[in-house]
């Protein structure tokens, strides 16, 4: 063996028990602190892993868990993966307190497939792009999309029309999947791709699911830790191949965009509206420094991303809890007749009106929260509940668990809407219902969702009546929340 190799093999070795004491250092100081929280008894290898189950299981093993530890306690993904599980929306309002970033282990490998963008960014390129992109939420840049959720929402009843003719139940979520990315693709890119009428074939769409799935498999799977183990195996190489292609696909339309903004004369010719590009291609901090084109590829792909996953899950339980509750869905619809009257196309001022519908949207988000689980790493040494934890400790808040703690709300498994009237919602600890996430992390697109929600719902509504075969539910934790069996509904057109 030559001197050279010798040395290549030394520094390789050296760095790889570098990185070694390094985890085990961190991870100690970690434990340090979490060993003085009572919590469920750790494996060495697979932690809690055998405790919280498969993913069926996981959401009702984590409610277990929180009742039986009702403040906090610790819960090891793996040997080398701890975080603080924090059961009460009381103590999770003083650990918002600190400055947070997200950074669990899931967060980590998305962020692998979506680059640093919004969702996964910290610190100051974190404060920069959200100060960056916050105009591109503006009330008046979100108006004009009223016509794109109109146009959009029509194909979708298009389609239902001969759906209803069959009355047989449908499985929702894809429609509502390949409807929320026509509606995302064209106000974040101005760009037609057509998902609705060519089906769910587009890679970008394929390059998600496939992404999706592979992350969920990962988090199970100690080993696949290590990026680089990860892309040896054929999951990995598969991952990594989507992330090239998703990464292209954004770099081409914002290419195409840049180029057209030069041409400042052909610019608008077949423009409806402002859309995100605008904003970020023309954005610029108080030094005068734009984004790069590749921070603009990551804010694309995590827009194209969230913007239709979130937004899907959230629009298949809304319709799946008002098929399961027809009074509410008749209260709905008369209040959708009374607003639109014989119009078949909403504008922005309808939306203010439509209260009930949006009393129902709230109902659902909370029965069927999107995120189940937000997680969040500390951004310093806090001290809460008498325990003190350093800075870098991972943290998460089960939304899905504050969502049913029956301190916070009356019969939480039942559907009722008028539990978040202002009378009712008096007295209710903010983090009870954190339906985007929380303090300066919150949702920059929760105002965007929460109109096109009220949109494509209304629409519906005023054209169909739901039914499902089944009001049971059983969920399902993925990157969004889904359900065991599905989300099926049947229709019955209108007279």
Request: hydrophobic residues 40%.
């Amino acid at each position: 063996m030559g001197p050279i190799v010798l040395s290549i093999i030394i520094a390789i070795g050296c760095i790889f028990l570098k990185t070694i004491i390094s985890t085990w250092m961190g991870v100690n100081r970690i434990w340090s602190a979490l060993k003085k929280v009572s919590g469920p008894k750790a494996n060495w290898l697979s932690g809690n892993l055998d405790e919280i189950g498969s993913l069926e299981k996981y959401l009702s093993a984590v409610t277990n868990l929180c009742q039986k530890y009702p403040k906090m306690f610790p819960l090891w993904y793996g040997p080398t993966n701890p975080v603080l599980m924090i059961s009460s929306p009381v103590v999770a309002r003083q650990f918002n307190k600190s400055a947070n970033t997200k950074e669990i282990l899931i967060h980590r490998f998305t962020r692998e497939w979506t680059g640093p963008g919004l969702l996964y960014s910290n610190g100051e390129l974190w404060a920069r792009n959200r100060k960056l992109l916050t105009p591109g939420f503006h009330f008046d840049v979100l108006k004009p999309y009223m016509v794109v959720y109109n146009e959009c929402t029509d194909i979708l009843i298009d389609k239902w029309v001969k759906l209803a003719e069959v009355g047989k139940p449908f499985e929702v979520l894809e429609d509502m999947c390949l409807l929320a990315f026509d509606i995302i693709v064209q106000c974040a890119c101005s760009t037609q791709l057509n998902p609705q009428t060519h089906g769910s074939k587009h890679p970008f769409l394929v390059a998600s699911r496939e992404n999706t799935t592979l992350t969920e498999a990962r988090l199970y799977n100690p080993i696949y830790a290590s990026s680089f183990i990860y892309g040896l195996s054929s999951s990995g190489k598969k991952f990594y191949s989507n992330v090239a292609y998703s990464r292209q696909f954004a770099k081409e339309i914002i290419i195409q965009r840049k180029a057209a903004l030069e041409n400042q004369d052909n610019v608008n010719e077949h423009r409806k509206h402002l859309d995100f590009l605008d904003i970020m291609l023309t954005a610029q901090d108080s030094e005068g420094v734009g984004m790069t084109v590749d921070e603009i590829v990551y804010q694309v792909i995590s827009f194209l991303f969230a913007g239709h996953d979130t937004t899907s899950s959230s629009l298949s339980w809304l319709l799946h809890s008002l098929a399961a509750n027809p009074e509410c869905q008749k209260k709905c619809r008369e209040e959708v007749d009374n607003v639109l009257g014989s119009r078949t196309n909403l504008e922005w001022q309808d939306l203010a009106q439509l209260k009930y519908l949006t009393l129902c949207i709230k109902e659902s988000q909370r029965l069927h929260p999107t995120v189940p689980i937000l997680g969040y790493t500390l951004g310093e040494e806090m001290t809460v509940e008498g325990y003190t934890f350093p800075k870098g400790m991972d943290v998460e808040f089960p939304s899905y668990v504050f969502h049913h703690d029956p301190n916070w709300w009356e019969e939480p498994w039942k559907f009722n809407p008028e539990r978040f009237t202002a009378e009712n919602s008096k007295g209710r600890d903010p983090y009870a219902f954190i339906p985007f996430a929380v303090g300066t992390r919150n949702c920059i697109g929760q105002n965007f969702a929460l109109q096109e929600l009220k949109s494509v719902v209304a629409k519906i509504l005023q054209r169909f009546e739901l039914f499902t075969p089944n009001s049971s539910f059983h969920h399902i934790p993925s990157l969004v929340l889904k359900n065991k069996d599905g989300i099926w509904i049947s229709l019955k057109e209108r007279c």
